[in-house]
């Protein structure tokens, strides 16, 4: 599964060289009708032609999950008590060891001298004058979005707990000042025929009378954050930037092993597969500490 994100990625890079080399969709649609009313067969390699454009276009279009999807700023404001301007970034990693994708939605204040006389009006309010036209692609601040960039790319990978990633943050940026991390991590997902990550659930799968409904996807969202901040230090010959202390709550077994201040874990299954996983007796079992969403019909019944 990784080898084909990578290879989506590899096509994604090259897509528009690939493009300029494939006629129009209309022209190919022509050329297709011309086919079949002169040859009176089916145009199979104008067919293949017309797949290769459709499916360039959607790579080229971002419609795939890359490796790495890079940051983006889907929101701004200003903390009132500090008057620090703060945005959320939201990037996304493709962990090819664990064959897991994972969204990171981050919460960051900014006390860069330039971006905070930017945004921040004399009565610690975000400048409406400032036109920010968001989503902004990458971090806000043009003097850190490519170091944030490179930041993301080696410091996403599953293996590293969220709090290990905002500790990171907070050493690496000295102005940024992480103050919330969530993690979603989009998987296991199991399916009869498909995936082979647990024998006991794809046997139970297996049983379910229609293949479409055979399947169960569970994600989990870890979330840490800043309890206080260290104020930073100066003095004549050293000085230190502020830095954050983060809760782990320590109290949970569960969430001193993840490395986050709280956690919840979710599982998707279409009503006929809770019904097999449930007749097996082992729902219990395989749930757990989950939150089970069960899709019945065109609704979502929730906190089964």
Same mark, same amino acid.
């Given at each position: 599964?990784?080898?084909?994100?990578?290879?989506?990625?590899?096509?994604?890079?090259?897509?528009?060289?690939?493009?300029?080399?494939?006629?129009?969709?209309?022209?190919?649609?022509?050329?297709?009708?011309?086919?079949?009313?002169?040859?009176?067969?089916?145009?199979?390699?104008?067919?293949?032609?017309?797949?290769?454009?459709?499916?360039?276009?959607?790579?080229?279009?971002?419609?795939?999950?890359?490796?790495?999807?890079? *940051?983006?700023?889907?929101?701004?404001?200003?903390? *009132?008590?500090?008057?620090?301007?703060?945005?959320?970034?939201?990037?996304?990693?493709?962990?090819?060891?664990?064959?897991?994708?994972?969204?990171?939605?981050?919460?960051?204040?900014?006390?860069?001298?330039?971006?905070?006389?930017?945004?921040?009006?004399?009565?610690?309010?975000?400048?409406?004058?400032?036109?920010?036209?968001?989503?902004?692609?990458?971090?806000?601040?043009?003097?850190?979005?490519?170091?944030?960039?490179?930041?993301?790319?080696?410091?996403?990978?599953?293996?590293?707990?969220?709090?290990?990633?905002?500790?990171?943050?907070?050493?690496?940026?000295?102005?940024?000042?992480?103050?919330?991390?969530?993690? #979603?991590?989009?998987?296991?997902?199991?399916?009869?025929?498909?995936?082979?990550?647990?024998?006991?659930?794809?046997?139970?799968?297996?049983?379910?009378?229609?293949?479409?409904?055979?399947?169960?996807?569970?994600?989990?969202?870890?979330?840490? #954050?800043?309890?206080?901040?260290?104020?930073?230090?100066?003095?004549? #010959?050293?000085?230190?930037?502020?830095?954050?202390?983060?809760?782990?709550?320590?109290?949970?077994?569960?969430?001193?092993?993840?490395?986050?201040?709280?956690?919840?874990?979710?599982?998707?299954?279409?009503?006929?597969?809770?019904?097999?996983?449930?007749?097996?007796?082992?729902?219990?079992?395989?749930?757990?500490?989950?939150?089970?969403?069960?899709?019945?019909?065109?609704?979502?019944?929730?906190?089964?």
């Amino acid at each position: 599964m990784f080898q084909n994100v990578l290879e989506l990625e590899k096509d994604r890079n090259t897509a528009e060289g690939r493009l300029a080399a494939i006629p129009d969709a209309q022209v190919l649609r022509t050329e297709m009708a011309d086919f079949i009313l002169r040859h009176r067969a089916f145009p199979e390699a104008l067919q293949a032609r017309m797949a290769e454009r459709i499916y360039l276009e959607a790579v080229s279009a971002g419609e795939i999950f890359s490796p790495v999807v890079l *940051p983006e700023t889907v929101h701004v404001g200003v903390n *009132p008590k500090n008057r620090r301007p703060y945005y959320v970034v939201v990037w996304g990693a493709f962990d090819g060891t664990q064959t897991l994708p994972m969204v990171y939605i981050a919460l960051i204040e900014d006390s860069s001298d330039a971006l905070v006389n930017m945004l921040v009006r004399d009565d610690g309010t975000l400048d409406p004058s400032v036109q920010i036209p968001l989503p902004v692609g990458g971090l806000l601040n043009p003097q850190l979005a490519a170091r944030f960039d490179d930041f993301v790319t080696r410091n996403s990978g599953y293996a590293l707990t969220p709090a290990t990633i905002a500790a990171n943050l907070d050493t690496d940026f000295p102005t940024l000042h992480p103050k919330q991390l969530r993690r #979603f991590v989009l998987g296991p997902f199991y399916s009869a025929g498909i995936t082979e990550n647990n024998d006991r659930i794809t046997g139970i799968l297996s049983k379910v009378r229609k293949p479409e409904d055979a399947w169960l996807l569970t994600w989990t969202q870890q979330e840490v #954050f800043s309890r206080v901040e260290r104020p930073a230090e100066r003095g004549f #010959f050293s000085s230190t930037p502020a830095r954050q202390e983060f809760y782990i709550d320590t109290a949970n077994l569960e969430a001193t092993r993840m490395g986050v201040s709280a956690y919840e874990k979710h599982a998707l299954v279409p009503h006929e597969a809770y019904q097999a996983l449930y007749a097996s007796g082992e729902a219990a079992a395989i749930f757990g500490d989950y939150k089970v969403h069960v899709i019945s019909g065109n609704q979502v019944i929730s906190e089964v």
